[in-house]
Each structure stands twice: as structure tokens, then as C-alpha cells.
């Protein structure tokens, strides 16, 4: 395994009414994160908010090129970013167990969602939220996102976090991007190129982190 410091590239936030930071997401403009009671996007060139949703945001947040999906407690909700309607409603992964999902991401066709207490990534089918496969993980499970066919999670455990791109057939950490000491990371998305932008909990900002070159292809 690869290991290095992470490369903060900005800080975005506090941001006005929203005390922390869960879910973050990328829709190609802007960056969306979740505070609890409402999803808030960003424009991540001058860092001014630009709008929010009304919605349950209480964990991970995806967009699949049209819509966003929202954790709220035990459900994934599939929102119209353009009017904020909750358009259908599916079980999240620990549902049985009360919650405690984390981390959502989009790719291939597919929802994934970030266990933190069982250490696992589950593959789930957004009309039925039925479990299509599961990637165990050796370390409390954030943020989750796909760029470039590379899978990468966040973890945060006590005062350390850092940023994990792992082999999705086997769950073998291949790199590991180590956060500052007491910089939490709740959410995590990539925007497509070098940049991964990472919740960070209750401290209410967004930091934005270099995807190293040489893991790109």
C-alpha cells in the first residue's frame, strides 16, 4: 500500500445555518452537501452558496446525472434537484439495524453505500435497494466515491482520518492519503478529475484534496 500526507487544496466554509457537514456530492457545477435538515450547494470556484432543499440530510449524498440521492435514517431518498421533491423513497442497507449507513456514492448503474460500523461498502439497486454485492473494508467507513474506475472511501476513527482507494474486487487498500490530526472526513465525492472533496463533520467546512496523478489512468 501507497501511503502519503493529503494535499489540501482549499477549505470551503462554515457555511450560514448549516453546523455540519454529512453527505457531499458533485453534479458537474456544483457541489452539494447535506447539514441535517437540507441539502446545500456550493459553487466551488468562489465558494458561495448557492442554493438549498428543505430535505431530511443526515448522511451520504449522490447525483446520477439528473438526480440527487439523499440518506435520511434508514432510507435513500431520489430528490429533483430542481424543485426539492422527494420523487421515490428505497431502504438504505442498515435499515434493519435502525440506520447507520454513512457514505453514498453513484456509478455503473448502481448506489453505494458506506457502512461505518459493520466496515463495509454495499453495491445496492436504487428502484429496490436490494444488496447486489458488499466490499469489506478494515477501518470505519465514511465518505464513498468512484473516478476513473477507482473506488475510494473515507474513514474516521478518534483524531484520524484519511482517504482509501481500494481494489473494488477485493477490498486490498491500494493508497492511503492521511488527513491532519483531528480533520475528520464525513463525506466524499470526486468532481471528475483531481480534485476530492471531503465532508468534514461537525467542524462545517468542505476541503478540497488532490487525487494523486500517478493513481489516475
Given at each position: 500500500?501507497?501511503?502519503?500526507?493529503?494535499?489540501?487544496?482549499?477549505?470551503?466554509?462554515?457555511?450560514?445555518?448549516?453546523?455540519?457537514?454529512?453527505?457531499?456530492?458533485?453534479?458537474?457545477?456544483?457541489?452539494?452537501?447535506?447539514?441535517?435538515?437540507?441539502?446545500?450547494?456550493?459553487?466551488?470556484?468562489?465558494?458561495?452558496?448557492?442554493?438549498?432543499?428543505?430535505?431530511?440530510?443526515?448522511?451520504?449524498?449522490?447525483?446520477?446525472?439528473?438526480?440527487?440521492?439523499?440518506?435520511?435514517?434508514?432510507?435513500?431518498?431520489?430528490?429533483?434537484?430542481?424543485?426539492?421533491?422527494?420523487?421515490?423513497?428505497?431502504?438504505?442497507?442498515?435499515?434493519?439495524?435502525?440506520?447507520?449507513?454513512?457514505?453514498?456514492?453513484?456509478?455503473?448503474?448502481?448506489?453505494?453505500?458506506?457502512?461505518?460500523?459493520?466496515?463495509?461498502?454495499?453495491?445496492?439497486?436504487?428502484?429496490?435497494?436490494?444488496?447486489?454485492?458488499?466490499?469489506?473494508?478494515?477501518?470505519?467507513?465514511?465518505?464513498?466515491?468512484?473516478?476513473?474506475?477507482?473506488?475510494?472511501?473515507?474513514?474516521?476513527?478518534?483524531?484520524?482520518?484519511?482517504?482509501?482507494?481500494?481494489?473494488?474486487?477485493?477490498?486490498?487498500?491500494?493508497?492511503?492519503?492521511?488527513?491532519?490530526?483531528?480533520?475528520?472526513?464525513?463525506?466524499?465525492?470526486?468532481?471528475g478529475g483531481d480534485r476530492l472533496f471531503c465532508?468534514?463533520?461537525?467542524?462545517?467546512?468542505?476541503?478540497?484534496?488532490?487525487?494523486?496523478?500517478?493513481?489516475?489512468?
Open positions: 500500500m501507497k501511503t502519503s500526507a493529503a494535499e489540501i487544496l482549499r477549505e470551503y466554509g462554515p457555511f450560514p445555518g448549516a453546523d455540519r457537514v454529512n453527505g457531499v456530492t458533485f453534479d458537474g457545477q456544483h457541489v452539494w452537501f447535506a447539514s441535517g435538515d437540507r441539502l446545500n450547494a456550493f459553487d466551488p470556484e468562489s465558494g458561495k452558496t448557492v442554493r438549498s432543499i428543505d430535505v431530511a440530510a443526515h448522511a451520504g449524498t449522490a447525483f446520477d446525472g439528473r438526480h440527487l440521492f439523499q440518506i435520511a435514517e434508514d432510507r435513500i431518498h431520489k430528490i429533483d434537484p430542481k424543485t426539492g421533491r422527494v420523487l421515490a423513497t428505497i431502504p438504505a442497507p442498515g435499515a434493519a439495524a435502525g440506520g447507520g449507513d454513512s457514505g453514498l456514492a453513484w456509478a455503473e448503474g448502481s448506489l453505494w453505500v458506506g457502512q461505518p460500523r459493520d466496515r463495509k461498502i454495499h453495491q445496492i439497486d436504487p428502484e429496490t435497494g436490494k444488496i447486489l454485492r458488499t466490499i469489506e473494508s478494515n477501518r470505519v467507513v465514511t465518505g464513498v466515491t468512484w473516478v476513473d474506475g477507482e473506488l475510494w472511501h473515507g474513514t474516521w476513527e478518534g483524531d484520524e482520518s484519511d482517504l482509501r482507494r481500494i481494489d473494488p474486487r477485493t477490498g486490498e487498500v491500494l493508497e492511503s492519503l492521511g488527513m491532519p490530526a483531528g480533520t475528520g472526513v464525513s463525506g466524499l465525492e470526486s468532481d465532508g468534514g463533520g461537525s467542524s462545517g467546512k468542505v476541503r478540497a484534496v488532490r487525487r494523486p496523478r500517478q493513481s489516475a489512468r
